[in-house]
């Protein structure tokens, strides 16, 4: 659409200084940066990795601020496996009716292992989880499993004083 005529002297020095700053940085990226360019379609975008929070300064929003939406996407991602293994065992079930315990037994185990494992990473922490309430469960768990051994197995023994036993 061609630009309307200038009203006066001021509008006429603008868009010639308009155009002479924007004019080469249009004509770069309309003649070179876009015709190199790979298009994917949205469903199909591939956004890099970004570092994870705990290699992010306590300062640093911009790093912190990538962390999270990484964070939130890789948490979608993981939430789409899961649904798509729950409804490949619910259609095996539908289909193997009689035998489906035995027939389905597979995917049910990929799919309770994948459940506990979406567990672990998420479970417990809420609609508004962010990447730091992530690292820090990380870090307790790991915490606790030094301390008491796997989470789930029972805790190490303890001896009189309180202390717990080392098998040293």
């Not at 630009?3 to 309309?30: H, K, M, Y």
């Amino acid at each position: 659409m061609p630009e309307a005529p200038a009203r006066n002297p001021l509008d006429s020095f603008l868009n010639a200084v308009q155009a002479t700053i924007d004019g080469p940085v249009t004509w770069f990226r309309e003649k070179i940066v876009e015709p190199n360019r790979q298009t994917y379609p949205w469903y199909h975008q591939k956004f890099r990795r970004v570092p994870s929070i705990d290699q992010c300064y306590t300062d640093d929003a911009v790093c912190i601020f990538e962390a999270n939406q990484q964070f939130k996407r890789d948490k979608m991602v993981d939430n789409e496996i899961l649904a798509i293994l729950r409804q490949r065992f619910e259609d095996c079930v539908l289909y193997e009716q009689p035998d489906h315990e035995r027939k389905c037994r597979s995917l049910l185990d990929t799919y309770e292992k994948a459940a506990e494992n979406w567990f672990i990473k998420y479970g417990d922490l809420g609609g508004y989880a962010n990447a730091k309430t992530a690292y820090m469960k990380q870090k307790h768990r790991m915490i606790w499993e030094r301390r008491h051994g796997p989470v789930g197995t029972g805790m190490k023994t303890v001896d009189g004083e309180g202390d717990v036993a080392s098998e040293h």
